[in-house]
């Protein structure tokens, strides 16, 4: 007897619909999967004969087949174990599938029968509602994040015998109510702006860096805030919108990062790896790719501390990611890709002792040693960095005053008051509706046609940019960053115009040649 079970598998950030077809014949008692299984799925036929018997029914001592279409796509993880079980039930006679029927089933079985999490149960379930099904049959665990797609039914289960009872109507299962996207997240965040002391003018390109979305570059001698402040930017970024919680939840979802009790991400990410990582752990990779940093920290900030100690492969794979917004894998069975746009922050030290230009201690290391230090960040990469800042020590004075600095919520108005003038920009402008176009969320965002419309300059500021062409020596891509971080300071201050002091500002982010 044939039958057939719909469940889901996961090929990079989308779901795919595989049809888990189970025929029992006559022959050898015997389980073949066939349909490019990895090993977590071939080992499945351990787990659902243990979980078939101990949920009370038999399983058949017959030659079962089970074929996971299409055949061509490979399935791994252990997700598919509850659809065959469901699948060898139905084939032997112990079940009625009529339920089955415009249902997708996906969960993991133990050896008594109940179920584990699966990851990936987002795109999945965006799958089930594109594809035209009705029914998303998931383990209890996972049914709230499943919950987050409108438009499907979604029905939690515990174990394999509550789900053979509700195929025979012997008990009913309530739907997942779906998850109100409005709710207000509680942010929490590890360190207020206020707490920190001194320190005001790397406060302030924090601030313009969080309302244009720009990377930015601390340099400075140990001990003087680089790490504390760069953990305190996320609590002035402004809050993501639900379409953007939803793309990180889908991307943690799959990377099988998603919290606990949490099935949707409110709050924007904040990965510091170390600095030991791996290229293929930074952007993503494996046999078949999974997500690397850089996708996790997409919508939120990737900080990467003591940046020279990064290895050199490691950093220049950003190089492409970080103007594209997106990284692409490509192995031999084909090419994946995910999203990628993050904002970067990096801090180090000057030299391999960290004083070299202190005012007070000293430093040991010899010019050449300060210079081999410094070019282990290529210029390129420097290059991408719209704000270099140094970070001085603080004073005995502002360290042990009282007094508390300004908010993280304080800054945090400003911050969103700047993106929704950006966004209000952007939404404004004149699109065919034919074409439809991803709007840009903040101006580091922008191309060149945005660039040419919005940030235009008058006669004085572009005496400004002319002189800093010539004397600083920019790139054309310095040139347009400029030009954008400009923006973004004219947004802080509600001016429709750059004018010459929102350049002036600009141009003092650029890098200074520390080893002179």
Known sequence: MLARVFSCGVIGLDGV??????????????????????????????????????SGYFFPRKRVTVNLAPADVRKEGPAYDLPIAVGVLAASGQINPAKLEKSLV?????????????????????????????????????????????G????????????????????SIAYQPQIEDSISPVQKYMTDFQEIKGQEHVKRALEVAAAGGHNVLMVGPPGSGKTLMARALPSIL??????????????????????????????????????????AGLVGGGNWPHP??????????????????????????????????????????????????????????????GYFGDPIKPCTCALGMVSKYQKRISGPLLDRFDIHIEVPRVDYDKLTQSR????????????????????QRFVQEQIDPDQPVKIRTCNADMGPAEIRKYCQVDASGEQIMKAAMRQL?????????????????ADLADSKLIAPNHLAEALQYRPKLMAE
């Not at 077809?21 to 799925?41: F, M, N, R």
């Not at 499907?152 to 008990?171: G, K, N, R």
């Open 238 to 279: 402004p809050t993501m919108t639900i379409d953007e919680s939803l793309d990180v939840t889908r991307i943690y979802s799959v990377a099988d990062q998603l919290p606990p009790d949490t099935p949707l991400m409110r709050n924007r990410p904040f990965r510091s790896p170390h600095h030991t990582i791996s290229h």
């Open 404 to 423: 508390l600095g300004e908010s993280s919520g304080q800054i945090r108005e400003r911050v969103e008051n700047s993106r929704h003038n950006q966004i």
């Open 473 to 489: 020596q920019l790139s054309a891509r310095a040139y347009h960053r400029i030009l954008k971080l400009a923006r973004t300071i």
């Open 152 to 171: 499907i039914e979604v029905i939690p289960v515990s174990s394999l015998a509550q789900l053979c009872d509700w195929l025979s109507s012997s008990i």
């Open 17 to 54: 619909v595989i049809e888990v077809e189970v025929d029992t014949g006559s022959g050898q008692p015997k389980v073949l999967i066939v349909g490019l299984p990895d090993a977590a799925v071939q080992e499945s036929r351990e787990r659902v004969q243990s979980a078939v018997k101990n």
């Open 292 to 353: 690397g940093e850089i996708s996790l920290a997409h919508r939120g900030v990737l900080f990467l501390d003591e940046l020279p100690e990064f290895g050199s492969r490691v950093l220049e794979v950003m190089r492409q990611p970080m103007e594209d917004k997106v990284v692409t894998i490509s192995r031999a069975s084909g090419s994946l890709t995910f999203p990628a746009n993050f904002q970067l922050i990096a801090a180090m030290n000057p030299c391999p002792c």
């Open 106 to 150: 996906v969960g993991e079985l133990s050896l008594d029968g109940s179920l584990r999490h699966v990851r990936g149960v987002l795109p999945m379930a965006a799958l089930a509602r594109q594809s035209g099904f009705e029914r998303l049959i998931v383990p209890s665990i996972d049914a709230g994040e499943a919950a987050l797609i409108p």
